[in-house]
């Protein structure tokens, strides 16, 4: 049997679970006629380390949290749960989505996507022979 019963022991082995392994972010999606509405919470993020790439349907979010500065106040730190993180999420939604009308929004560590459906061009009836 294991136990941990030192903090640094806790810390050591929560770190291998952990290590280099990108967090899947909680997210929302609604719709309506024309657009989809998702939401995604990215604690600790700033807005200018957040990407959002759209191909098609598929969305790619990703973004990455910097590791909090050791004290230079004198005290030293005895136990530290708040670590560097990366966060990357990838959806497909049904419909295509245009770039060119689609918004992002982040704001309180929540990015907010209003992307908007790609309407069908050339669309119309076929003649029927």
């Given at each position: 049997?294991?136990?941990?019963?030192?903090?640094?022991?806790?810390?050591?082995?929560?770190?291998?679970?952990?290590?280099?392994?990108?967090?899947?972010?909680?997210?929302d999606?609604?719709?309506?006629?024309?657009?989809?509405?998702?939401?995604?919470?990215?604690?600790?993020?700033?807005?200018?380390?957040?990407?959002?790439?759209?191909?098609?349907?598929?969305?790619?979010?990703?973004?990455?949290?910097?590791?909090?500065?050791?004290?230079?106040?004198?005290?030293?730190?005895?136990?530290?749960?708040?670590?560097?993180?990366?966060?990357?999420?990838?959806?497909s939604?049904?419909?295509?989505?245009?770039?060119?009308q689609?918004?992002?929004?982040?704001?309180?560590?929540?990015?907010?996507?209003?992307?908007v459906?790609?309407?069908?061009?050339?669309?119309?009836?076929?003649?029927?022979?």
């Open positions: 049997m294991f136990y941990l019963t030192h903090p640094r022991q806790v810390a050591r082995a929560l770190r291998q679970f952990d290590a280099d392994v990108a967090r899947t972010p909680a997210l999606v609604s719709e309506d006629d024309k657009a989809y509405s998702v939401t995604v919470d990215m604690p600790g993020v700033t807005k200018e380390a957040v990407k959002v790439r759209i191909e098609g349907r598929r969305v790619h979010i990703e973004t990455a949290t910097a590791e909090a500065a050791a004290p230079t106040d004198g005290s030293r730190l005895l136990y530290r749960e708040r670590r560097a993180a990366s966060y990357a999420r990838s959806f939604l049904p419909v295509e989505i245009d770039q060119t689609s918004q992002a929004r982040f704001e309180n560590g929540v990015l907010t996507l209003n992307l459906k790609r309407v069908a061009e050339n669309g119309g009836q076929l003649t029927v022979n």
